[in-house]
């Protein structure tokens, strides 16, 4: 049974040296599948054409598309950046809710930087701002949050399978010794 369990346990102490790559590489699938997703891209710009709609600050003009949000106004930027960033947090941390909280996603900092992108976008004389951007832009802030967690996490998993291994190894070593240790006195 010890064996068993040091097999297991050298095993994932091995692997864990992986898990950084496996997990960017989670993410990144994560994204594209996202991107390529037609419902939630249809019901995440319905919420932010009707959040936008309802700040009432965009003129009425500009709504004739039903394809188009604008977003002329900091205010509606800002809407539209938050229900994107917003509805891919959390589409991600209802599909890998494991891995959300070990990278404590902060959603709020996500949003700060999509609002950035936005500003520097349309700063820059952008027109339309896609989607698309705005699910690369939280891939991106993911593996970033991934990047500054993994030494960390691994060290504290790696420290915990060494104690797990530890506790696993004294049981059966325990148990020979108590029995040593009779036999010893028996005999004597």
Known sequence: MASLFSFVFVSTFVCLGFTKTAAQDQVSRW?????????????????????VWSLGIEPPNVWTDPHFIPATQFQSRLAVATVFTTQAAENFLALHPFLGAVLHLDIKRAEELAKKDMDSFFNQGGNTYYDTRSVELISRYLIWSLDQQTPRLSFLFRLSLVVGFLFIQSLPFGLIGIAAYKDIKVES
Do not use: H, P, S, Y
């Open 31 to 51: 994204g594209g599948q996202l991107i390529l997703d037609v419902k939630w891209r249809d019901e995440t710009f319905n919420l932010a054409r009707n959040k």
